[in-house]
């Protein structure tokens, strides 16, 4: 599932696009969070266990795609804070945050909160790198909600305002970081390593060192395919002169990497092979973030950046999901500040 592009051909105009693939409709809520909100990491009301988790307080504004509802939690999946950082979690089969003393380890957080708490206390990469290269964090596996139980597997992008970008990895509770402002696309396995040997290949065969130069793409839904696909295209296209053509660029590479509704390869269980739900595109920048539902001719933005915060909390669903998981699309489209109402804050300590 899952595949992130960067387009930072062009420092000027800076854009992240993702797109979310599950094997389930999600509900899926845009919230938008004021700073200096104290928040935890887990959801556990044990004392014992609210004792171990990580605690901190919001530094910064910022705008979610959430997953879930109030009934069976809530996952950040896809947003930007204030100063222009991006954090996307994307699916990642090898996954394992276990390590030899994962229970009884303190600063514990769920990996359906990564996302937020990386938002609400960094504004460059560098600095997302840092903090959990130190190994004082404890990443918990969790389940993602409305998804039959299935685990919440997932590696972590990150892409800010000065062009870097960087890829958490999490190994048997240890961090693997891939961190270069050359590592543009991302997406599910094998590892990002792997993914990168595999890339040197395709990228000598598109180059000029190659006496017969290829223009041949991988064209399969596997990630692998994806991974190439995408950085072909974003290898081959011409340094953007507006944001918009930045836009453009980051939203149409990230379509070649789509995996159509109702692809019905059956071969694998793994949620690797599974229809594109919906698209987010982020400007660094100007602080929009758009919101596409591939089920809807309508996309929906919010400028962050003249946010009008009645509430410290404001949620908007954009995807609701009745009592027999029959999907209910918003027909909102445009710009939707206006469209937010005051809600409590999930991940409240």
């Known amino acids: 599932m899952c595949t992130r592009v960067f387009n930072n051909i062009n420092f000027q105009y800076l854009t992240t696009a993702r797109n979310m693939d599950w094997m389930f409709v ?20 044990k004392p014992e266990e609210r004792a171990k988790a990580l605690k901190w307080q919001s530094s910064y504004r910022s705008v979610v795609a959430m997953v879930g509802d109030d009934c069976n939690g809530w996952a950040s999946s896809d947003g930007m804070n204030e100063m222009g950082l991006v ?45 959990f290269n130190t190994g004082d964090i404890q990443l918990i596996g969790d389940k993602v909600p409305n998804s039959e139980d299935k685990s919440a597997s997932i590696h972590l992008c990150v892409s800010d305002a000065t062009g870097n970008s960087a890829i ?33 290949y395709w990228q000598w065969q598109w180059s000029t060192e190659n006496p017969h130069p290829s223009h041949t793409i991988p064209g399969g839904a596997y990630s692998a395919d994806r991974f190439e696909r995408a950085n072909f295209y974003i290898s081959h296209v011409d340094s953007p002169e507006t944001e918009s053509e930045s836009i453009a660029q980051a ?7 789509s995996v159509p509704i109702g692809y019905n390869f059956t071969d694998t269980k793994s949620p690797n092979i599974s229809n594109t739900l919906w698209t987010t595109i982020a400007t660094h920048k100007t602080l929009k973030y758009f919101f596409q539902n591939i089920r809807t001719p309508n996309i929906v933005w919010t400028d962050l950046s003249c946010f009008a915060f009645s509430s410290s909390s404001s949620k908007v669903d954009l995807i609701t999901l009745d009592d027999k998981s029959k999907a209910t699309e918003s027909p909102l489209q445009g710009n939707i500040n206006d469209a937010f109402e005051p809600t409590r804050d999930p991940y409240k300590a």
């Open 87 to 131: 954090a996307n979690a994307l699916y990642d089969t090898n996954a394992s945050y276990e390590g030899p003393n994962s229970g009884c380890a303190i600063n514990q957080l769920s990996v359906l909160r990564w996302v937020q708490y990386v938002l609400d206390n960094f504004v460059f990469v560098k600095d997302v790198v840092k903090a």
């Open 26 to 45: 999600l509900p899926t809520s845009l919230f938008v969070f004021e700073k200096g909100l104290k928040k935890i990491g887990i959801s556990s009301t």
């Open 251 to 257: 939203r149409t590479v990230a379509a070649n990497a």
């Open 168 to 200: 958490i990895e999490v190994y048997k509770g240890r961090f693997d970081i891939h961190e270069n402002p050359k590592f543009k696309i991302v997406t599910n396995d094998p590892n990002y390593g792997a993914q990168l040997k595999l890339d040197d």
